[in-house]
């Protein structure tokens, strides 16, 4: 099984942005963990800060992946454009955040992908990648 993990704008800055908020381990290094604990798969991940690369990435994956895990970060509350890149391709999306959403400020509450996402996954620390792919292998059994 093929997944690939699209982080989107300031993810890079992971272990050193708020770290009360997000943690003080980058994604590279949580990246390691997540290839250990699913051995199995094929996990494949990429980063950008620019709205067009992550919709590029979504259409690039579509039928070459199985599953995508998404964290468009800010561009969940703000792009139209990815949220329809979503619905427009068949591989099924798991939009992920580290940090619940809803507590927070009111604009995050919104999200443009989660009405065409397979599911919605926030709060649970760099833990919730973890859940997403585990909602993949759970639909392979």
Known sequence: MKILIINGPNLNLLGTREPDIYGGKTFE??????????????????????????????????????????NAAAYTHTSLAIGDAVKAIETPVVEVHISNTHAREEFRHKSFIAANAKGVILGFGLKSYDLAITSFIKDEE
């Open 29 to 70: 290094e949580y990246f390691s963990h997540l290839q250990f604990k699913f051995r199995s798969l094929e996990l494949s991940y990429v980063q950008s800060n620019i709205e067009g690369e992550i919709i590029s990435e979504l259409h690039n994956a579509d039928k070459t992946f199985d599953g995508i895990v998404l």
